[in-house]
Nanobody
Framework: QVQVVESGGGLVQAGGSLRLSCAAS????????MGWFRQAPGKEREFVAA????????YYVDSLKGRFTISRDNAKNTVYLQMNSLKPEDTAIYYC????????????????WGQGTQVTVSS
């Protein structure tokens, strides 16, 4: 049984940092891309960042470049999202997903999802 589990969310003041983790298990994830999306209340789930299996290709939504950094540890089937200089508008549920599609920004092409972790940034 495949499991994708996010952790690391919480409440932080504006300007602070959080590091999210996502661990996948239950099958082989070789050559997969792992990605982070987020969904704020009343909005659609949007792409945040993704990283390919070898770590050689990183993808970010333009508006978050420079503040968020994605990385992965294949030995642990784990992906991380380091979030710095957080703003109230970063408040959302953050979801981790796994895909083998080259279109890493398309959420409908992700095969597995976690349950999400809440990030709340206070002003």
């Amino acid at each position: 049984q495949v499991q994708v589990v996010e952790s690391g969310g919480g409440l932080v003041q504006a300007g602070g940092s959080l590091r999210l983790s996502c661990a996948a298990s239950g099958r082989t994830f070789s050559f997969s891309t792992m990605g982070w999306f987020r969904q704020a209340p009343g909005k659609e789930r949007e792409f945040v960042a993704a990283i390919k299996w070898g770590g050689e290709s990183l993808y970010y939504v333009d508006s978050l470049k420079g503040r968020f950094t994605i990385s992965r540890d294949n030995a642990k089937n784990t992906v991380y999202l380091q979030m710095n200089s957080l703003k109230p508008e970063d408040t959302a549920i953050y979801y981790c997903g796994v895909t083998w599609s080259p279109n890493v920004r398309e959420r409908r092409l992700y095969a597995y999802w976690g349950q999400g972790t809440q990030v709340t940034v206070s002003s």
